[in-house]
């Protein structure tokens, strides 16, 4: 049983105004058609700035970079995925941009046990858990109250159920924290 919050934590203080603006552009079906450019400024400006900023960043969100192995090619592949956080976790939403498919990530990451975590500079090994059923449906009322354009998207597909993932750390890194 996740002792996670019912809530994603609310950041207290100053509140980015872009985070708004974000999320409002974020309910827009155009922006979904800008998903290629979008994917590529979020790559390289993490890229040119070592992992230190990022498209989502900007926008007062939060990122991972997520990597598994290829089910297949078993080479190594990075996704950057808004997360939401959870518990000392994290969920990832399979939403695709609204498409009908579920994304490629996705597909790699229900084969996988455990993924190579980086969340701003801090990069640990986490495991890959995929939900269903009612944990799965109260998941989902937390992804959507921090990303709403997650029900746009859902319309978009054709109602294809999102995959969720939640990432935990492993029992090895939770045990090198405690000593």
Request: charged share 25%; net charge positive; proline share 7%.
């Amino acid at each position: 049983m996740n002792s996670a919050p019912t809530t994603p934590p609310r950041p207290r203080g100053l509140r980015n105004p872009l985070r708004i603006l974000a999320r409002w552009l974020g309910t827009r079906e155009w922006v979904m058609r800008m998903a290629p450019i979008i994917i590529w400024l979020e790559s390289h400006l993490r890229a040119w700035t070592g992992n230190r900023v990022s498209l989502i960043g900007i926008a007062g969100l939060q990122s991972v970079q997520v990597t598994v192995p290829g089910r297949k090619s078993g080479t190594p592949r990075t996704t950057a995925l808004l997360c939401i956080p959870y518990g000392d976790g994290y969920i990832v939403t399979g939403s695709n941009w609204g498409r009908p498919e579920h994304p490629t990530w996705s597909v790699n990451l229900r084969a996988a046990d455990e993924a190579q975590v980086k969340a701003g500079s801090h990069e640990s090994r986490m495991s890959v858990r995929m939900v269903t059923g009612d944990e799965r449906e109260n998941l989902w009322k937390l992804v959507v109250d921090y990303w709403p354009g997650y029900l746009m998207e859902h319309r978009r597909s054709g109602g294809r159920e999102f995959r969720l993932f939640v990432l935990e750390p492993t029992r090895s890194a939770t045990e090198s924290r405690e000593s």
